[in-house]
């Protein structure tokens, strides 16, 4: 099953996806029990959330309301750097023996369709289109075996970045965090409708011109070596947010570089993902 957040009439909701313009609210005693999605997740009552819908969910089509990011509220939000051999060799890095590791805040995060700000401190506004894991069952020293086993589900990311924030210093969260910039979404699908994340196949366009087009099998720290060092310094908790990293590609690697700017459409495409979009806009 998909599932998503929204927002109709001021109130923040969510539901199940049924496709680009309807999806279906859940039910008022459901949501009066489980407030939001995370919630739903923290509690393992997911399955129960997809009977409560169908029996007495409630039409709702995107011209009512508005889509939030996939997990609204995360308590962490993980980054994993150079985590395609395509993206090492364009950045002309050395391998690495551990994950790179950096931070967003929930505020950075943005929805499917929903404008995606510039930031006008910076002319160098790139795109990198990832897979994101939502986290389901938490804790800490989780090994490899058991990773699969706390992953709630998957969704489509995207890591709008700030290249000269970014590079202000060896520390990359400035450049990751201007409000807004990083589009989670369009739905989150569950662990169970994607049985093998390797068959998956993630394409970034911007403009309609393929930027980025890889497997996820191609990258160097799996899922369940991420999940296994992340819980190895830090408690996972249900809701957090992984995004496991982008290939080669990036706008800021090109020559000469491509960067998004107002009016630009990006979309981040994902095997049994959907496709996120967003048209750049300029910053208030």
Same mark, same amino acid.
């Given at each position: 099953?998909?599932?998503?957040?929204?927002?109709?009439?001021?109130?923040?909701?969510?539901?199940?996806?049924?496709?680009?313009?309807?999806?279906?609210?859940?039910?008022?005693?459901?949501?009066?029990?489980?407030?939001?999605?995370?919630?739903?997740?923290?509690?393992?009552?997911?399955?129960?959330?997809?009977?409560?819908?169908?029996?007495?969910?409630?039409?709702?089509?995107?011209?009512?309301?508005?889509?939030?990011?996939?997990?609204?509220?995360?308590?962490?939000?993980?980054?994993?750097?150079?985590?395609?051999?395509? =993206?090492?060799? *364009? $950045?002309? +890095?050395? @391998?690495? /023996?551990?994950?790179?590791?950096?931070?967003?805040?929930?505020?950075?995060? !943005?929805?499917?369709?929903?404008?995606?700000? =510039?930031?006008? *401190? $910076?002319? +160098?506004? @790139?795109? /990198?289109?990832?897979?994101?894991?939502?986290?389901?069952?938490?804790?800490? !020293?989780?090994?490899?075996?058991?990773?699969?086993?706390?992953?709630?589900?998957?969704?489509?990311?995207?890591?709008?970045?700030?290249?000269?924030?970014?590079?202000?210093?060896?520390?990359?969260?400035?450049?990751?965090?201007?409000?807004?910039?990083?589009?989670?979404?369009?739905?989150?699908?569950?662990?169970?409708?994607?049985?093998?994340?390797?068959?998956?196949?993630?394409?970034?366009?911007?403009?309609?011109?393929?930027?980025?087009?890889?497997?996820?099998?191609?990258?160097?720290?799996?899922?369940?070596?991420?999940?296994?060092?992340?819980?190895?310094?830090?408690?996972?908790?249900?809701?957090?947010?992984?995004?496991?990293?982008?290939?080669?590609?990036?706008?800021?690697?090109?020559?000469?570089?491509?960067?998004?700017?107002?009016?630009?459409?990006?979309?981040?495409?994902?095997?049994?993902?959907?496709?996120?979009?967003?048209?750049?806009?300029?910053?208030?």
């Amino acid at each position: 099953m998909s599932f998503v957040s929204f927002e109709i009439a001021g109130q923040q909701t969510y539901g199940l996806w049924k496709d680009e313009g309807n999806w279906v609210q859940v039910p008022d005693a459901f949501q009066a029990h489980y407030p939001d999605l995370k919630s739903v997740i923290a509690a393992d009552q997911l399955d129960a959330l997809e009977v409560a819908i169908r029996q007495n969910g409630k039409a709702v089509t995107s011209s009512q309301a508005r889509l939030l990011p996939v997990i609204p509220n995360p308590g962490k939000v993980f980054c994993i750097g150079l985590n395609y051999k395509t =993206h090492v060799a *364009e $950045t002309k +890095r050395a @391998d690495s /023996e551990h994950p790179a590791i950096f931070t967003r805040f929930a505020d950075s995060l !943005n929805a499917h369709n929903a404008p995606l700000p =510039h930031p006008k *401190e $910076t002319t +160098r506004f @790139d795109f /990198e289109g990832e897979l994101a894991v939502i986290i389901g069952k938490g804790g800490r !020293n989780i090994t490899q075996a058991q990773a699969f086993e706390h992953i709630a589900g998957y969704a489509c990311f995207n890591d709008g970045t700030a290249r000269d924030w970014q590079r202000h210093t060896h520390q990359w969260i400035p450049g990751k965090n201007f409000p807004l910039t990083g589009p989670l979404g369009p739905f989150m699908a569950t662990r169970q409708e994607i049985p093998d994340v390797n068959q998956l196949t993630l394409e970034s366009r911007l403009n309609g011109e393929v930027m980025q087009h890889a497997s996820v099998a191609d990258l160097i720290y799996t899922l369940p070596v991420i999940i296994e060092y992340l819980s190895g310094f830090t408690n996972l908790s249900p809701g957090d947010v992984i995004a496991t990293g982008t290939p080669g590609g990036v706008g800021d690697r090109r020559e000469p570089p491509v960067y998004m700017k107002a009016g630009d459409v990006i979309e981040v495409e994902i095997t049994g993902l959907g496709t996120l979009r967003n048209v750049v806009s300029h910053a208030a």
